[in-house]
């Protein structure tokens, strides 16, 4: 099985590395991924400027292509260009930050595995409920190991995507996987006003997450009561509803 | 009415400048838009280094506030910071290039109008079929007058989200408008391997958005007829058909 693997923190991190061990145990594994850091890059698209492709090493062996771009755009080169074949299984992270609710519009590490989806590659998302970059991958990396047969077993893999977000806990302590939907959580948008060393203004985003809406069924009621979270999710923009009202001349 | 205006184009652009000249008719007009090209950026986030802002003077007046971030920055910023109060209409573009079908998925013209729903406001994007930055703005101008009042009028603006996209067309040969959904159309994903001057290998983005579903009630099918395209979008992620086949433990 050919498995490509990317993400948005970037091609050294532990969260990436993480997985792409437990994954050698499936199949094929290629790393095409953000050469620097890529976190709430969306779905952006390089376009205007070109892109660098380095070969990284790891205790002197070949890891991988870390792409000067997007999660985005480290999916479209991976499968246009840089692999020979294209991929049986993309997936993205671990993710250091979890992806539920609206960050999901703002995730890189989601925004790659949107790319796997159009390219009719079964995809996953992968993020841990941590942003510590020291943060304990046990756990993620037990029960990714024992998703990924599953997800390979399924019948009917046209159009999986897959946004899987796991809790900051012991395995024992983890109580399995459950389907959810996003919860509605919004950001709290707020930016602090700071003064550069030169008197000038800037602005910080220093926004917050709560209150969660944590209702059952949603991933984050999942990930309170300590499931691993899976979202099946699909790209889809259009307003049926709202055609009604429109009644423009 | 207090109208919040930006773009992905950035502050400069005449597509900007068009439209602000005629939303002055409508109301008070704030500009927040990048300081520089943001054009496929996404809902892209600002989150690890500050955002600067520059008042912009056009003709020795003030003209706006320009954001060193994203689109999707320069509502937030907008709203939560520079504005003293809420706007009651936000509107995107005009942008360079139409924001058809999965274009919906990378556009920062569209990004924008998204953060536009998450702050409850009725949102619009709007784009032109060209990439010519002469490309003429009278028929866009004209047909955007007769729009806003429309969209003021409408008794329910709960969930606004219009994707607005105009052919080049002159006045008379443009049909009126046409309530659409996203074609299903996307990029054939291509990159051109080139060699810079000191022998190093890059990668350009070469892709094209042919052949287009034009089919009926699209907005691809609508610009082909000569219409302008109006499609109502949401955020909405969650793939509900998936569930059933997803059975993991």
Same mark, same amino acid.
């Given at each position: 099985m050919r498995i490509l693997v990317t993400n948005d923190d970037g091609i050294n991190s532990?969260? @990436?590395m993480s997985v792409v061990h437990v994954l050698k145990k499936f199949g094929d594994v290629t790393v095409v991924a953000p050469f620097n850091q890529q976190s709430a890059v969306s779905s952006l698209l390089t376009l205007h400027k070109p892109l660098r492709v380095h070969k990284v090493f790891k205790n002197d062996e070949f890891f991988g292509y870390g792409v000067e771009g997007s999660p985005a755009d480290c999916v479209k080169l991976a499968v246009t260009t840089i692999l020979e074949h294209k991929p049986e299984l993309l997936v993205s992270g671990i993710n250091h930050g979890k992806n539920t609710s609206i960050n999901i519009l703002y995730s890189g590490t989601v925004a790659a595995a949107f790319e796997g989806l159009l390219f009719n590659i079964p995809s996953i998302a992968l993020s841990i409920c941590s942003h510590d970059i020291d943060a304990d991958f046990t756990s993620s990396a037990y029960f990714i190991e024992k998703l990924i047969p599953q997800i390979i077993e399924l019948k009917d893999k046209q159009n999986l995507l897959l946004n899987v977000n796991i809790p900051i806990l012991p395995i024992e302590e983890i109580k399995g996987f459950k389907v959810t939907k996003p919860s509605s959580t919004l950001w709290e948008d707020k930016y602090? &006003?700071?003064? /550069? =060393?030169?008197?000038? /203004?800037?602005?910080? +985003?220093?926004?917050?997450?709560? =209150?969660? /809406? &944590?209702?059952?069924? #949603? /991933?984050?009621?999942? @990930?309170?009561?300590? +499931? $691993?979270s899976i #979202?099946? @999710? &699909? $790209?889809?923009f259009f307003n049926n509803e709202l055609v009604e009202i429109l009644n423009i001349s």
């Open positions: 532990p969260g @990436l602090e &006003k700071r003064t /550069d =060393p030169f008197g000038g /203004d800037y602005y910080w +985003f220093a926004g917050s997450f709560m =209150p969660l /809406d &944590k209702s059952e069924n #949603t /991933d984050e009621g999942a @990930l309170a009561d300590g +499931f $691993i #979202t099946p @999710l &699909k $790209i889809d």
